[in-house]
């Protein structure tokens, strides 16, 4: 199996950066097994090496988001919310906002969405996805997404922001029965989100 790490929040590893440099080493760490997310992961990279505020909302085309596939500590679950603005079932993330070190902007933000504390960051990056969004008063642009595996601790009792609508924990055959249906990047990273933290929480 891949080696992967859980790194807690205040790990030093996780300070913030505003350096290019720190993306690209990110993105080209990221354990990938599938011809979709190794071609949007070339198409992320292009975008990094040749745009300096790639990290930040002023880019009007496109812009680095960080991604959590919140799981429990069983590896069974894991926790979507009903996003608010786009209306679907998604896994937790958001903007970079000029952070390009995309392991603290997944779990920053996955901290902010669920409520929970006390969760840890698994690298390397499992996903990468490339997407449009066309949030309302917003003209549509590319979110280039980084998607990290994250552990919940034992007893996680979550609490929604105003981000979302709800927020509920689905194993993989749940994901037929939300309304609406989760697009297929979701399913492809859900899918194998449970099968590594499955792996991980598997006795040695």
Same mark, same amino acid.
Not at 1 to 9: G, L, V
Not at 196 to 204: D, G, M, N, S, W
């Given at each position: 199996?891949?080696?992967?790490?859980?790194?807690?929040?205040d790990?030093?590893?996780?300070?913030?950066?505003?350096d290019r440099?720190?993306?690209?080493a990110?993105?080209?760490?990221?354990?990938? *097994?599938?011809?979709?997310?190794?071609?949007?992961?070339s198409?992320?990279? +292009? @975008?990094?090496?040749?745009?300096?505020?790639?990290? &930040?909302?002023?880019?009007? *085309?496109?812009? &680095?988001? /960080?991604?959590?596939?919140?799981?429990?500590?069983?590896?069974?679950?894991?926790?979507?919310?009903?996003? +608010?603005?786009?209306?679907? !079932? @998604?896994?937790?993330?958001?903007?970079?906002?000029?952070?390009?070190?995309?392991?603290?902007?997944?779990?920053?933000?996955?901290?902010?969405?669920?409520?929970? *504390?006390?969760?840890?960051?698994?690298?390397?990056?499992?996903?990468?996805?490339?997407?449009?969004?066309?949030?309302p008063?917003?003209?549509?642009h590319?979110h280039?997404?980084?998607?990290?595996?994250? @552990?919940?601790?034992?007893?996680?009792?979550?609490?929604?922001?105003?981000?979302?609508?709800?927020?509920? !924990?689905?194993?993989?055959?749940?994901?037929?029965?939300?309304?609406?249906?989760?697009?297929?990047?979701?399913?492809?990273?859900?899918?194998? /989100?449970?099968a590594?933290? +499955?792996?991980?929480?598997?006795?040695?």
């Open positions: 199996m891949q080696p992967y790490e859980r790194i807690a929040a790990d030093p590893r996780l300070g913030p950066s505003d440099a720190v993306a690209l990110h993105l080209g760490e990221a354990v990938l *097994d599938a011809p979709t997310p190794v071609a949007h992961r198409e992320v990279v +292009r @975008f990094v090496e040749h745009h300096p505020d790639i990290a &930040l909302r002023t880019n009007p *085309d496109a812009h &680095l988001t /960080g991604s959590a596939l919140v799981v429990d500590a069983q590896g069974e679950r894991t926790l979507l919310m009903l996003h +608010r603005k786009l209306g679907r !079932w @998604f896994q937790p993330g958001g903007h970079a906002d000029g952070d390009t070190n995309l392991p603290a902007v997944a779990l920053k933000e996955a901290r902010e969405e669920t409520g929970i *504390d006390d969760l840890a960051v698994v690298v390397p990056a499992i996903d990468v996805d490339v997407h449009q969004v066309s949030p008063a917003e003209a549509p590319l280039l997404d980084v998607r990290y595996l994250v @552990f919940a601790p034992p007893g996680s009792v979550e609490h929604a922001n105003a981000e979302s609508l709800a927020l509920r !924990w689905v194993t993989e055959d749940d994901l037929d029965l939300l309304d609406p249906a989760v697009d297929d990047s979701t399913r492809r990273l859900v899918v194998r /989100g449970l590594i933290a +499955r792996e991980l929480v598997a006795p040695a």
